[in-house]
């Protein structure tokens, strides 16, 4: 089938580089965060003396992290994505009928990739799915003003708030009626009721996937064979994608999504505002963002990693990452209009073209390092060696993202997305 001229996907010279650098550096920065999940129970990822990193250099890396990186990526992510519907509908001389079954075939497209990377290359961790399936809603936002898209963020944020607020105190109530009762003298009988309460905190926490025993038993599964980890994985999955999908990482994507179809109208991803406009953007989030980070940061280590604590149950946790995402995206913004750094720039912007083929090869690139059908180093690095790793990825992903679009148009995986969204074998090799 030969679409017309118009429907065809945008070339490399109507390309943004902003855009492409900005998505380069947050699908670097995420691995950051999701390396702890590849090489360790998944209990690490918000829990550091699951791993052994609550102390010396190793909690001074998680404490690092916890600051400057978490949430704040996967942010960048999201908003980007929103940012990605508005430039692919953008087709003036297209039917609208045409742009939306482009678009619906692309997003389908893109739920396929999620559970691809969540069942076959056994990630956890994957927003592909989460992406894609809420891509399939946000399609009827397209013609929203830039004011009206920012208001339903504000507001699903808001909604988001509320829910951490609510897990906060939940968790802060249940579990420190368990603390005060494991920490009754040895030899005093416990109540039936107190028996109950142990009960039901050893229950949530197993719910919340954090449960001491349960890391266990995932550790001992990463360590084993490909088959088992398969098996293993799919019951997990199936809970993310449906109960865990419909509670809060719709919610969570849609309300960065729309963030971001509003920033793009508004001109912040093309460098098209004032330098002052996006010097006060990167002050204040980064300001903000940092200061909230740090005071949640401490009082988690302080209260000896209590779970209430942890990233996903603090109160402030959405205005948090919030905020240090949208000071990233100023300062990023402010580099590129600048025009500091261009040779660096033009390398990220080559990983952000390959965007999905990168995200993709993080997990077979990482569970064949960690899991027992590879190099079985799962649970035997410290948080500082599995950064050393980190680095290295980056490094090869950097010079294989610039060397393969040295010869060709685009990422494999961008290219076999590209040629069934349109129904059309794309060119692949640059002539």
Sequence with gaps: MNLPKETTPISQKARVQSIDTLRG??????????????????????????????????LAVFMFMDIFVEGSMRTIFSMLFGA????????????????????????????AFGLFNSYVLLWLGDILYVY???????????????????????????????????????????????????????????SFEQEEVLQAWGDFLNQQYVGVALAEQQLRLMQSGYIDNFLGIIPINFLLQTIGFLATTFWDALAMMLLGMALFKWGFFDCSR?????????????????????????????????????????????????????????????????????????????????????????????????????????????????????????????????LWLTYFRYGPAEWVWRSITYQNRQPFQLI
């Design 274 to 402: 004032t330098s002052r406009a996006y010097g006060v953007m990167a002050l204040i989030g980064l300001s903000m963002g940092l200061s909230l980070n740090t005071w949640e940061t401490l009082t988690f280590v302080n209260s000896g990693f209590h779970f209430e604590w942890a990233a996903l149950n603090r109160p402030t946790y959405e205005l948090g990452r919030l905020s240090l995402a949208l000071g990233y995206i100023g300062l990023i913004m402010l580099i590129c209009k600048l025009g500091f750094f261009k040779k660096i720039q033009r390398l990220l912007a080559k990983v952000g073209q390959m965007a999905l083929t990168n995200y993709l090869s993080h997990s077979l690139i990482c569970n064949f390092i960690f899991m027992g059908w590879g190099l079985e180093l799962a649970g035997t690095l410290q948080r500082i060696e599995i950064y050393y790793l980190v680095m290295g990825i980056w490094v090869f992903q950097i010079i294989t993202s610039s």
């Design 84 to 111: 990605g519907l508005l430039i692919f509908i953008n087709k003036p001389n297209v039917e609208p009928r045409t742009i939306k079954s482009l678009f619906y075939r692309r997003t389908l497209l893109l739920v």
């Design 25 to 58: 550096i947050a699908l670097l920065g995420v691995l950051l965060m999701n390396i702890i999940a590849f090489a360790n129970p998944f209990a690490a990822y918000y829990l550091p003396s699951i791993d052994g990193a609550d102390t010396g250099v190793n």
């Design 132 to 190: 894609g399936m809420t891509g399939l809603v946000l399609y009827w936002f397209r013609d929203l003003s830039a004011e009206k898209l920012a208001g339903i963020s504000a507001g699903t944020i808001l909604l988001l708030s509320i829910l951490h607020v609510a897990s906060h105190m939940h968790s802060a109530e249940l579990g420190g009626a368990a603390r005060a009762i494991e920490a009754l003298p040895a030899g005093v009988a416990r």
